[in-house]
């Protein structure tokens, strides 16, 4: 299976394999009808990684590829256009290719839209049951911080019926594949005894690994 490269990867493969003849490779194989070459050449112009960076480029080759078909080069494109990188912000646009990604089957895309939707104002209306309905299906197919933004709406009761336990489970779904953010609240969670029962040994435990993963709120809650 052919899959997209991340930067680093790109990076490796361009010392192995001569900058230059990557680029002409990619780009032949990109102008034959490989969308994949083309997310791959627009992720080297957006990097500048082997080619002088070029964010119009790279925006202009994601676009090409999203319209290939390939759901996660749209899911790139929300990004793009919602800060105006090397296109005219669009917010609009960026909702578009949001919905377009998730359409397409990229969970990441469904989780940009679903929170566009619980914010307002990024291109489509407040619509919180939308945005719970995009989360939820983002969360079922395994994008984890979906499964914390939609824990994050059941803590706060904004935008979903207050519920402790539901949150708590989210939190635990996404703690487990290593989101921070996901392990402080939990954590929280349990401190308070809210949807779990009270354990102050179990909160200082999640509050370690988020604190590990990076939560410096987490670091923080440990010292008090």
Known sequence: MRVK???????????????????????????GGDMLACYNLGTMYGSGVGVPQDMARAASLREQACDGGLAESCTGLVQIYRKGVGVPQNLARSAAFGQKACDGGDMEGCTELGTMYAMG???????????AAL????????????????????????????????????????????????CHNLGNRYSLGEGVPQDNTRAASLYLKACTLGSVEACGAMER
């Not at 336990?165 to 921070?180: F, I, P, T």
Request: hydrophobic residues 40%.
């Open 121 to 131: 104002g990024l291109g489509v209306p407040q619509d919180y049951e939308r945005a």
């Open 5 to 31: 490269v991340s930067i680093a990867v790109l990076a490796v493969v361009l010392v192995l394999s001569g900058c230059e003849s990557e680029e002409v490779r990619l780009q032949e194989a990109c102008d």
């Open 135 to 182: 989360l939820q299906k983002a969360c079922d197919g395994g994008d984890m911080l979906a499964c914390y933004n939609l824990g994050t709406m059941y803590s706060s009761g904004v935008g979903a019926p207050q519920d402790f336990a539901r949150a708590a489970s989210l939190y635990q779904q996404a703690c487990d594949e290593g989101v921070a953010a996901a």
